[in-house]
């Protein structure tokens, strides 16, 4: 039997992120080609091109004024000046009207800030960038932020995390029309996990350490979120930032309150989590993989963070 036709709605407006109008997108087109039928439509205010954050340019089907969203998905993507989006009257009370015909309303990353302001959020939990759950949490304390989570359905709205996490977000909905096997094509095709291993909480000890004054060490401090498992000593990250191993340290102790070899500890035992709970690897595989030099040393930081043993840990978290 042929799939039932289905309209997706994507907002457009100046500086939206690429890949969040692009990834979601990428799925339903996908999902087409295996037995799909979904209608896609971009609008922008005024129905005009847009510039996307990496200076691209996006053609609309229609005015944002003009659309219609009777039964479809409405998709709201985020962009990095999500300030300035917020700050839109005209752009928020479209997306207010559409989400009122909508029959699901999704946000990508910081397009929660969109339906947030719009008052969609209100009451319900919510998720975005790791980066971002503060500041949504502080601006809009009507909602129950989840700064872990992938993205989280709360009656018609579902909001996604960061970037990627729309391409997560748009395969549960291709899941939920056409079955379970369908999204595993999709996946399959696009190379992706269908439900992919845990949440955000990978990069919580980034979100822990908060936001450094200091540009050079908000960089450092991704990087070593980015390789748990790279070269991470007081010596390599000090030549990394460019400055003493004295000065770092004084760095780290002003601006997060902990040390450099704390902070490295910290993000890969939450690397170590994530074998833990998604995979049957051994020990010393998560070990290797986590950039711990043996089991007994993952051992000991494990207990020092979590108060259980890597063991224990798995037998009480681990999914499937």
Known sequence: MPAAPRTVLVVLYDGVRLLDVTGPLEVFAVANEQGGDYRLRLAAPGGRDIRANTGSRLGADLDLAEAQAHGATLVVPGGPNWAHTVSDSELLAQVRRLAGQAERTASVCAGAFVLAAAGLLDGRRATTHWDLAEALARKFPAIEVDADAIFVRDGPVITSAGVTSGIDLALSLVEEDLGVETARLVAKHLVVFLQRPGG?????????????????????LDTVVADPAGTHSLAELAARAGMSARHLTRLFREELDTTPQRYVEQVRVEAARQHLEGTADPLDVVARRAGFGSVETLRRAFHRETGVSPSGYRGRFRRG
Do not use: C, K
Request: proline share 5%; net charge positive.
């Open 200 to 220: 955000q909480s990978q990069f919580s000890a980034r979100l822990r350490a908060g936001r450094p004054r200091t540009e050079g060490l908000r960089r450092l």
